[in-house]
């Protein structure tokens, strides 16, 4: 232990990153369908993936723990490029992008992107690690990428053909060579409000391609990029298995922590912080951060076990499994169990009202109930503005919550589902609307204890 906490912060990340990708790759090997792993895995890179499609359903269980362990690799091998060195943006890039690798990203349709952001470092003379952070990030359009590998300019799937990959390459080296310019503005837009600042140029590029791509070019409609449409059965999913692993992965996050000397005092301290423009492996060290990731990681399972219970279902399928990694990305960003827990309430008690509201007005079946699909996914981005709730109080957290509720299950008609970052990408609107707002006539937590002390 003494060697690993001697490591410099950047050689920390990757043994962490590594051990995140033997995590997958092993569970792979250990589910009880993996004589069909690798022919699952050829489902899911030759499938269309426009969001939210259910890999447990299109591969299997050991095809998708293979596949996010893939995945977890290529990003981990990024980190090793020269001029490389991780840091939370680069945590957040991993965990997010591992994430994705269970609804909708796999190691063929992250290629383009990649290469586009590598395009970019070579014109403007960058080193390749120093652009690893923007190849991940990059990877967030993964699904419109497969639409158009696979099928675009129709709704049939016609499967590999010429034009197809020739026009995945070229919109994917677009992407990826404009991106980065994209990435370094983002934070003024949010005031580092929202940690997923990705998901604004991603969102906004999305948008663009599909109103040019699809309504402009072929006259579609919002509704008729429904017939995209590729999730897959929910019922593919298996309380036991996600888990059983979530369980393992993070318990033994808390046992590494506590042999690395993670005092109780250590965690509280990181626990206060408000997550506003924080990194924690600077500013707390290794240990509380490993602890973070435990704690927290647990935190969100507990949760979506919760509202699974509320609904009297089980919620679990490849899209809530994996987004327990794309909430857990910013564990080292900002994000904790002190500052997070206002949006979920915040979730949760709009869910409830706006149940109560519609029953009240005469509906039957309120759609969006805590434990939906739509709305858990939702929950995970909204997370990204717990320096909100950090900042200025939990009500303000609370509130938070509730607004990126009401606007998330909206936001995919905008880029017709191929923007993996949908709820980064709300959560960054309503940043826009409230930051102003708090800012104008909220005083910060801070402010409020000098108020009262000078009295």
């Not at 069909?36 to 269309?48: A, D, E, N, R």
């Not at 799937?157 to 070229?170: D, K, P, Q």
């Not at 007005?361 to 320096?387: D, F, H, K, R, V």
């Not at 191929?418 to 990408?425: A, H, M, P, W």
Request: aromatic content about 14%; some cysteine; charged content about 10%.
């Amino acid at each position: 232990m003494k060697k690993i906490k001697n490591l410099s912060e950047g050689g920390f990340l990757k043994l962490f990153f590594a051990f995140i990708t033997a995590c997958f790759l092993i569970a792979a090997v250990c589910m009880p369908d993996r004589g069909q792993m690798f022919s699952g895995l050829v489902k899911i890179l030759t499938g269309t993936c426009k969001i939210s499609t259910n890999y447990f359903a299109v591969g299997g269980y050991a095809a998708t723990y293979l596949n996010m362990g893939l995945v977890a690799l290529i990003c981990t091998l990024l980190c090793f490029l020269p001029g490389a060195k991780p840091n939370n943006v680069t945590t957040l890039g991993v965990l997010l992008t591992v994430g994705f690798a269970s609804w909708g990203m796999n190691p063929l349709n992250m290629v383009p992107t990649i290469l586009g952001v590598c395009l970019y470092a070579l014109v403007k003379k960058e080193k390749l690690g120093a652009m690893s952070n923007a190849m991940m990030y990059s990877t967030g359009i993964a699904p419109l990428i497969s639409d158009l590998l696979f099928r675009y300019p129709g709704v049939e799937y016609v499967g590999f053909n010429w034009l197809g990959m020739g026009l995945a390459l070229l919109i994917g080296l677009i992407i990826g060579f404009f991106l980065p310019a994209g990435l370094g503005h983002a934070p003024n837009i949010h005031k580092g409000y929202d940690h997923y600042s990705a998901a604004v140029p991603i969102g906004m590029t999305a948008f663009f391609l599909r109103t040019v791509l699809y309504n402009v070019m072929l006259g579609w409609k919002i509704g008729d990029l429904g017939k995209l449409s590729t999730m897959g059965a929910l019922d593919t999913a298996s309380f036991a298995n996600t888990n059983i692993f979530c369980f393992v992965v993070f318990g033994a996050c808390i046992v590494f922590a506590l042999l690395m000397g993670c005092k109780p005092k250590d965690y509280w301290n990181l626990l206060k912080d408000s997550g506003h423009g924080v990194c924690f492996t600077s500013k707390y060290g290794y240990a509380p951060f490993l602890m973070n990731v435990g704690v927290f990681g647990l935190m969100i399972v507990g949760y979506f076990n919760l509202a699974g219970a509320i609904d009297g279902a089980n919620v679990w399928t490849g899209m809530t499994f994996g987004i327990v990694f794309c909430m857990l990305a910013t564990c080292n960003s900002g994000s904790h169990p002190g500052n997070v827990w206002p949006i979920m309430a915040g979730y949760m008690l709009t869910s409830f009202l706006f149940g109560w509201i519609f029953k009240l007005l005469g509906g039957e079946t309120y759609a969006l109930t805590i434990g939906s699909q739509s709305i858990l996914i939702g929950l995970c981005y909204a997370n990204g503005m717990s320096p909100i709730a950090g900042k200025y109080g939990f009500q303000y957290g609370i509130l938070a919550g509730g607004l990126h509720y009401l606007l998330v299950t909206a936001v995919p008609d905008m880029h017709g589902g191929f923007c993996l970052y949908n709820g980064g990408f709300t959560a960054a609107l309503i940043c826009l609307l409230f930051v102003p707002q708090l800012e104008k006539f909220c005083k910060t937590k801070e402010e409020r204890k000098l108020t009262k002390a000078s009295k």
